[in-house]
């Protein structure tokens, strides 16, 4: 069987900014088919904020392409705002973008934090959700977070775990956050640059070039990484396995679960651990893919499940 490749480069039809009854406004666009199959694209992070190729994973053809910057990042302003930034916030938003489109129900489309999101909003709002593809599972459990800062991937990577804890007052990581959040500005910015390059290592593997993180750290680096590690800092806004409980609701959403075997920031064990509770659901492992949405074998895999996906919801 032929590999499948991202679809061509798309520009967005259309782009606004959802008013959230806060600070926040919220950067939509929609590019594809406006009366095609409607699908919402939830990035990772938090707050990484979406990119033009994240467009290239539907047929615009048949898709009605939505994309979404969570609130404080990518083009949402204000750019890190923590106030009224929870993860429940970003689920209204969601629920918000559907009402404002007069969408009936939608495709998620996944990755990361975003699969956590995809799962929580199905949980509130499941008869508007058509099917799901989820990437790269994130429970937002204790033991997810600390596989990533305390005790798991610190072992496959001492030296960059070590260079982190270097950065960090005492020398301890559990000084992460009063560190990032405290008023000595260089050590803001060596925490800052420690933390972006610890993350990148992990995420990334081998395809990690230390060169990509900048000498000179900047304001918005700063707060880009304070974003996340608010998120991480109040446990997600979630109860302990609150998303892996609630899946029980989910059983009859169509549901292509894809996890690569060697992602070392949110480890197998999550997406073994979903598929048993959504039996449903397909269940795709990757045998060489990590973390991240690049490289052929996943690339392969998502488009693969985005046609899949396409193909029972036009026979529905």
Known sequence: MMNKHLYPDIEPFKHFFLETGSQHKVY??????????????????????????????????IYHIILFDQRACGQSTPFGELEANTTQDLIDDMERIRLQLNIKQWLLFSGSWGSTLALLYAQQYKKTVAG????????????????????????????????????????????????????????????????MQWSGQVALGAEY???????????????????????????????????LEACVELQDIPAIIIHGRYDLVCPIEAGFSLAKVLPQAEYEILPTAGHIAQGQEMIHALVSATDKMAEELTQQ
């Open 209 to 243: 070039r230390s060169e990509g993180v900048p000498e000179h750290i900047s304001s918005r680096m700063v707060e880009q990484v304070k974003m996340e590690l608010h998120y991480a800092k109040n446990k997600y806004f979630v109860a302990e396995n609150q998303v």
């Open 28 to 61: 939509v666009e929609q590019s594809g088919n406006p009366e095609g199959i409607p699908v919402l694209f939830l990035h990772g992070g938090p707050c990484s904020g979406t990119k033009p190729k994240h467009r290239c994973f539907f047929d615009p053809d």
């Open 132 to 195: 799901m593809i989820i990437r790269g599972v994130f429970l937002a459990r204790e033991k997810d977070l600390s596989w990533f800062v305390k005790e798991g991937v610190n072992a496959i990577y001492p030296e960059a775990y070590q260079n982190l804890l270097t950065s960090l007052e005492e020398h301890k990581i559990d000084n992460l956050y009063n560190t990032l959040w405290g008023d000595d500005e260089i050590a803001v910015w060596r925490v800052t640059k420690a933390w």
